[in-house]
Nanobody, 120 residues
Framework: QVQLVESGGGLVQAGGSLRLSCAASGSIYDIGTVGWYRQAPGKQRELVVLITSDGSTNYADSAKGRFTISRDNAKNTVYLQMNSLKPEDTGVYYC??????????????WGQGTQVTVSS
């Protein structure tokens, strides 16, 4: 019923920019914390940034100053603006969200992932 759909990935050269989108659909009552995770080749999945329901954010050191997360609650969509991209930003980016379909009860959802490749 609830689904997260990511878009915006692609191939860019170092120094370029991308904007990722994560759109939630289905019987949604409320969207709580949303995070973007990255899984680089041969590496564990790691948190890039998260945003809470009240808009507070927490960035990994690798993303600070270059990435910006935002949310449009009316559209049930979260964005990740990525600037000054580096080759080490390469990986599959996943959207993760805690979503309630009724009051008080939240479940965790993952998107399918979108590939970001930064060439040097």
């Amino acid at each position: 019923q609830v689904q997260l759909v990511e878009s915006g990935g692609g191939l860019v050269q170092a120094g370029g920019s991308l904007r990722l989108s994560c759109a939630a659909s289905g019987s949604i009552y409320d969207i709580g914390t949303v995070g973007w995770y990255r899984q680089a080749p041969g590496k564990q999945r790691e948190l890039v940034v998260l945003i809470t329901s009240d808009g507070s954010t927490n960035y990994a050191d690798s993303a600070k100053g270059r990435f910006t997360i935002s949310r449009d609650n009316a559209k049930n969509t979260v964005y990740l603006q990525m600037n000054s991209l580096k080759p080490e930003d390469t990986g599959v980016y996943y959207c993760n969200a805690y979503i309630s379909t009724r009051r008080r009860v939240y479940n965790e959802y993952w998107g399918q992932g979108t590939q970001v490749t930064v060439s040097s």
